[in-house]
């Protein structure tokens, strides 16, 4: 039976390693094969949809959308990023405050996040994305493995290790996965510089939007000039001047609530200027429509609805009196496409954008975050039912609707590490694992140091090839026989596992952050294998040396 489920196993991470057929597909195939053949029952099999670890997964991305629905991330991002001049400059102030962040929610939204405050630099300051979003990406995802919820292989590690008696806390990873962490930085700021340089690509644009943006009284932008705060001239837009009750006021002038900046932008530069959390604007959805035919009305008659506000339109004219011109285009809010439709100057229309970041909520988010760390770290309820009761909570106190809560469920993930589960079944109960154990003992004779070693060079290849999930389910219960087998502390081995699964800097597929930043900072398949091979040769090197003295001890 053991061969049998070998070779279930191997084609399944073959078919997911490859992309011959989507990873889901790939998982229910092997489970189900697994079931016919009866290497486990489908309760079994099918068990991770009741995992503890996959609730608490799906938990942490409602709660992480929360916090970043606040936009408290990108406004934090947009102030350490104002003045930089290099790519180094940039790593330094960003990495450590993300990598932070990284350790408490979900690494995939933040990086999310960076990647226009990245472009944004780059056509500012001419500091090329090139240089700034890989260190970034591998930064958090190092940091992820810090904690219980930083990452989702650890919390599955946790749930899959819990039925044999074995507890990890929230803080368990840190000895080995913080030294890690640190070090692995370093060698990002010493080798980003050097290897990912490039050029800024920052070319004249045609500024033939007419954008007005107002100054809400919870923008970060009160107080402070607008050069000040990076939102003056770009290759994407340039300021004309500030209206301070329909005024003109000096473009260095110190903005105030209800100041209204008027700027000459490219469509994505408007989009820009909307998504920036400088200006604390309204929680709407922006929506480019097309003007219905009526020769009277003027560009400001859009909003006789008082539900639309006009923010910029293709024009060379102030938007009051600009003619609203049959096909002529505009970016306006709306609460929802119903009032565009029944507005009759509109012909058509179509979402733009999301939400303006909200400011409002921020704390609240932050709380409900921080009730979830101390209540999974002190023992005051389980961390599954602390995270599935911060989710709730997210949507009672008005953070987050209930359809983005439902939105903020990457059901695909969620499946993903459900069937990853079922994999690591087929290895336990097939006695597949334990081959793979006695194995590894075999390479590592009576030397600790040889365990430690074949483990984490075992991790990082096989994280480089599979999911993480995948990664997690197949060596958690292999790790669980070596420690029973050689009297070797569970606790230290699972999180020298959960440490390397993080290792993922070879190949740009094994992990969802290379996969976004891969085209906006131009690299390629070889630019990733050339950059993280230093990073992970050191990685490795850092947690052999922890994992070993830990264990000796």
């Known amino acids: 039976m053991a061969f049998v489920a070998a070779v279930i196993v191997v084609l399944t991470l073959i078919a997911m390693t490859t992309g011959r057929a989507p990873a889901v597909l790939a998982l229910i195939c092997a489970l189900v094969a ?12 099918f068990g991770g949809l ?37 790519p180094g ?25 960076l990647i226009p405050a990245a472009k944004e630099l780059q056509q500012q300051s001419g500091v090329p994305a090139r240089g700034v979003l890989l260190p970034i990406a591998h930064a958090t995802t190092l940091a992820g493995s810090a904690t219980l919820i930083g990452t989702s292989s650890n919390l599955l590690i946790a749930a899959l290790a819990a039925p044999a008696g074995v507890e990890l806390s929230m803080f368990s990873f840190v000895p080995v996965a913080v030294p890690v962490a640190l070090v692995g930085w370093v ?32 923008a970060i932008a009160v107080g402070r000039t607008a050069a000040e705060l990076g939102i003056h001239t770009t290759p994407e837009f340039a300021l004309q001047e500030v209206l301070r009750w329909g005024k003109p006021v000096g473009a260095d002038s110190v903005l105030e609530v209800d100041d209204v900046l008027v700027y000459r932008a490219t469509e994505s530069g408007v989009r820009m200027l909307w998504g920036s959390p400088r200006f604390g604007l309204s929680p709407q959805r922006l929506y480019l429509v097309a003007v219905a035919d009526n020769e009277q009305a003027t560009i400001r008659e ?39 439709a029944d507005s009759p100057l509109v012909a058509l229309w ?9 400011t409002g909520k921020t704390w609240v988010a932050l709380g409900i975050l921080a009730a979830v760390i101390l209540a999974g770290s002190f023992g005051i309820a389980p961390v599954e039912l602390a995270a599935v009761t911060g989710a709730v909570l997210m949507v009672l106190t008005g953070v987050l609707t209930p359809r983005s809560a439902v939105r903020a469920l990457n059901w695909n993930i969620l499946a993903i590490i459900a069937g990853s589960i079922g994999l690591g079944v087929i290895v336990v109960n097939s006695g597949l694992g334990g081959y793979i154990s006695a194995a590894i003992l075999e390479l590592s004779g009576d030397s600790t140091a040889l365990v430690v070693l074949v483990i984490a060079v075992g991790t990082t290849i096989l994280t480089n090839i599979v999911t993480n999930a995948a990664a997690a389910s197949i060596l958690t219960p292999v790790v669980l ?35 976004m930043v891969m085209r906006p900072g131009g690299y390629s398949t070889a630019t990733f294998m050339r950059f993280g091979i230093p990073l992970t040769v050191v990685s490795l090197v850092t947690v052999f040396g922890v994992g070993w003295a830990l264990l000796s001890l």
């Open 350 to 358: 179509q979402q733009a954008t999301g939400k303006a970041p909200q």
């Open 50 to 86: 009741s995992n503890a670890g996959v609730i608490t997964i799906a938990a942490m991305l409602v709660i992480a959308k929360g916090v970043l629905h606040t936009g408290v991330v990108s406004r934090v991002t947009y102030r350490l990023l104002t003045g930089v001049r290099t």
């Open 89 to 113: 400059q940039a790593l330094r102030r960003l990495i450590p405050p993300v990598g932070f962040v990284s350790a408490l929610i979900n690494t995939t939204p933040i990086v999310a996040m």
């Open 481 to 515: 026989t070596i420690a029973a087998s050689t009297g070797l502390d569970p606790v230290l081995l699972l999180i020298t596992v959960g440490t390397c699964i993080s290792f993922t800097f070879f190949n740009p597929f094994s992990h969802q952050s290379n996969l």
């Open 187 to 218: 060698v990002l700021l010493l080798t980003a510089p050097r290897m990912l340089r490039g050029t800024s690509e920052v070319a004249a644009r045609d500024l033939s939007w007419q954008a007005e943006i107002p100054i809400s009284a919870r």
């Open 34 to 45: 697994a079931g016919l053949l009866g290497i486990a029952t489908p309760g079994e099999l």
């Open 302 to 340: 859009l909003e006789e609805d008082e539900d639309i506000m006009v923010v910029a339109a293709q024009t060379d004219k102030r938007l009051r009196d600009a003619p609203a011109e049959p096909g002529a285009l505009c970016l306006v809010t709306a609460s929802s496409a119903d009032v565009l």
